[in-house]
């Protein structure tokens, strides 16, 4: 209990909106950064790394303070965004930056391809899903569409990744 009492942080997700890294994808149910970083500082007491275990992981908060700072980190998580968000997050210090500004590029090329607008996109709605009210207009959901075909074509999975949940942010 001892680790529990003084000096702990605001609890509340709304910090991490201003957070590198947290701010990628809001998630409501989760804690602020910060305070996971005052209670593994904590724990880290007397100790030179952690190994940190988050059996609920969410959108990745506590597993990214604990890379952050060179800790061992592991967690689970059964929603399915949230398991892409907390991967995608946890390995971005990875990533080649060239490579990805090079994609981007290209993302910004094909919004301006006459087919964006115009053509029919490869990728349809997933089985299944249906709404009382229309959940986009179908220019909307013709672009959302032509999305997930720029998506669908990306053959660096981590580059897949990360643009999918830049879609879903």
């Not at 990628?24 to 880290?44: K, Q, T, Y």
């Not at 220019?139 to 999975?157: K, N, P, S, W």
């Amino acid at each position: 209990m001892a680790l529990l009492t003084g000096g702990l942080r605001d609890t509340a997700f709304s910090e991490n909106h201003a957070r590198a890294l947290h701010r990628w994808v809001p998630w409501i149910a989760g804690f602020s950064g910060s305070f996971v970083e005052g209670i593994l500082d904590a724990a880290r007491r007397g100790r030179r790394r952690l190994r940190v275990l988050d059996p609920f992981a969410g959108v990745g908060t506590t597993l990214i303070e604990a890379l952050k700072h060179g800790d061992d980190a592991v967690g689970y998580e059964i929603n399915p965004y949230a398991a892409l968000a907390c991967r995608t997050k946890a390995r971005a210090a990875h990533y080649d930056v060239a490579a990805l500004e090079t994609e981007i590029a290209r993302f910004e090329d094909y919004g301006e391809e006459e087919s964006w607008l115009n053509g029919r996109p490869a990728s349809k709605r997933p089985d299944g899903f249906r709404s009382r009210v229309p959940f986009f207009s179908p220019a909307v959901e013709r672009q959302v569409l032509a999305c997930m075909d720029f998506i669908g074509r990306q053959t660096v999975d981590w580059v897949k990744d990360l643009f999918r949940v830049a879609f879903g942010r």
